[in-house]
């Protein structure tokens, strides 16, 4: 088939480490279809500059376009925005091309707007939804009602999490066209590796016990959290070393607010890094801790996993659907007490890698793309293979 998927979702020359799990997904899927990516670009994103090069794919085709909106009001109204940013850059190609379905990820503005496209070309669409675009942008009444009417419009909705699922259901979409797959992990790169040499590739101390973050620097991410309870971290394991992979508004602040504390020899912000070098972080942790607000299934608690890495994470969102017991610990979001008291218990304890990995091999990058294909294919009404 011929398919066109639309998202902001997707790494681009403008923020090339955006998305990892949609450049793995889409370009696996790509391999039995004809698929494009088109990338919406944050016109602010634009007028800052290339960032990097744009992601080098084995099998999926990409191109973008500017998304201009605005800024500070009308939120509700960024649907229509994204769909007129889309048509006046892309309109005349996309009436030309035939595609056999469109695919959106993330549901406001991106499904909202590709409804419109789709009505426009009398074409079916697949969506995908992944965490706070439900979780936040569905709480605010005038984008709840558009994600509602794009979600009720498509032949399938593909949930990251079974809560997820369970909010898609409660917005009216027909439970039969509402599909949970797990994200996958590329078990190829994320596996577990030798500790002490992955320390010294990163020039980090090879007895110290190393509680590793890997994400957005945000607050919504618990980052502040996660600093603020190290202290306690420290009473009981003086050398621990606190490691903020990745970037993001929050940065400044950690580093301000672990000087503060008199911490900031032990906290280490490494900056993003590309995809590719977060495994050899997480073989170098001694746990990694995600400590967010809301979330779908992020992919960075999977990976850990796959390296037989423990976790300790909050119970939001699809995260206690893929945490059990013996590969980690849960927390109450915001609590940043019970944060510190599941840190310490978990360099504590002495963790079975093999239970961390056996349970960690479920997740499987095979095993999505070809529930992907299925769901994709029936909503085309095209054969199964």
């Given at each position: ?52 090069a ?118 009216g ?17 994320f ?124 119970r ?20 940043r ?14 963790w079975l ?7 960690a ?25």
């Amino acid at each position: 088939m011929r398919i066109l998927a639309l998202t902001n979702l997707f790494p681009s020359a403008w923020d090339p480490l955006r998305a990892s799990f949609n450049r793995q997904q889409f370009d696996r899927l790509a391999a039995h279809h004809d698929l494009e990516v088109m990338v919406a670009v944050d016109f602010r994103e634009r007028r800052r500059g290339r960032r990097g090069a744009a992601p080098v794919l084995a099998h999926a085709r990409t191109s973008e376009f500017t998304f201009w909106y605005p800024p500070r009001v009308g939120r509700s109204l960024h649907g229509l925005a994204w769909y007129a940013s889309l048509m006046a850059q892309h309109g005349r190609r996309l009436a030309r091309e035939r595609h056999d379905l469109l695919l959106a990820s993330w549901a406001y503005p991106d499904a909202v707007g590709t409804a419109r496209l789709a009505r426009r070309l009398g074409l079916p669409y697949v969506v995908k939804v992944h965490g706070s675009d439900l979780n936040v942008q569905a709480n605010y009444r005038l984008r709840r009602s558009q994600i509602a009417a794009a979600l009720r419009g498509a032949r399938a909705v593909v949930a990251v999490s079974d809560a997820l699922a369970g909010k898609v259901r409660e917005l009216g979409v027909d439970p039969r066209r509402v599909h949970l797959i797990y994200n996958g992990v590329d078990s190829e790169r994320f596996r577990p590796g030798d500790r002490a040499a992955a320390r010294g590739a990163l020039g980090l101390p090879n007895d110290a016990p190393i509680v590793l973050y890997v994400g957005n620097l945000k607050q919504a991410k618990g980052c502040l959290d996660l600093l603020e309870a190290f202290p306690q971290v420290l009473a009981r394991h003086p050398r621990a070393l606190l490691a903020f992979v990745g970037d993001g508004p929050a940065a400044a602040a950690l580093m301000r607010r672990a000087r503060e504390l008199g911490i900031d020899d032990q906290v280490q912000l490494a900056g993003a890094r590309p995809h590719e070098q977060l495994a050899q972080w997480m073989q170098a942790a001694s746990l990694l801790s995600l400590p967010s607000h809301n979330e779908g299934v992020p992919n960075v608690v999977l990976e850990a996993m796959a390296c037989g890495l423990p976790v300790v994470a909050t119970r939001v969102g699809g995260i206690p659907e893929v945490l059990p017991e013996q590969a980690g610990l849960l927390v109450p979001a915001h609590d940043r007490a019970a944060l510190g008291e599941a840190l310490d218990e978990a360099l504590r304890r002495n963790w079975l890698t093999d239970a961390i990995l056996d349970h960690a091999s479920h997740f499987r990058w095979d095993d999505n793309v070809r529930q992907l294909d299925r769901i994709v294919r029936e909503a085309a009404g095209a054969p199964q293979p």
